[in-house]
């Protein structure tokens, strides 16, 4: 499986999804926040109301909840400096095994927690910085 068409194809889908957000913090910047030892992201997606089911409007909204997740940890990844002083989003390009690598990380996302209202659901997920360390030191 070619994980930078799957992992596009999903972000694009979810680009034009409207109300999907991140939560950005107190300053306004990215929602993503990092810890010690995990990156951490907090995001939300509407509940589409025209689906009457509501056990499958909620699973919808959470699956677009963690792929912005996903997409909000990739952005806040790809701003970081390698080993080399390079930015990872350049670092990236001509190494399709990085690639992967970094998909992986992101999409090896754990979800947290996951809590739903009438109108959303609002999901946390986590990555250990460990993982993400050791791409930085080999590039």
């Not at 939560?23 to 689906?51: D, F, H, R, W």
């Amino acid at each position: 499986m070619n994980f930078s068409k799957t992992f596009s194809a999903s972000f694009l889908i979810l680009s034009l999804w409207p109300g999907c957000v991140g939560l950005p913090t107190q300053n306004n910047k990215s929602p993503v926040s990092e810890g010690l030892n995990s990156i951490v992201v907090t995001t939300v997606a509407p509940i589409p109301q025209e689906i009457e089911n509501v056990t499958q409007a909620q699973a919808l909204a959470r699956e677009a909840a963690i792929g912005l997740g996903q997409r909000e940890i990739l952005n806040y990844i790809l701003q970081k400096k390698t080993k080399s002083e390079k930015l990872l989003s350049v670092a990236e390009v001509p190494s399709l095994q990085l690639q992967d690598e970094i998909r992986g990380l992101v999409q090896g996302a754990i979800v947290k927690k996951t809590h739903w209202t009438n109108d959303e659901c609002r999901v946390t997920l986590e990555i250990d910085k460990r993982h993400l360390k050791d791409i930085l030191k080999k590039n």
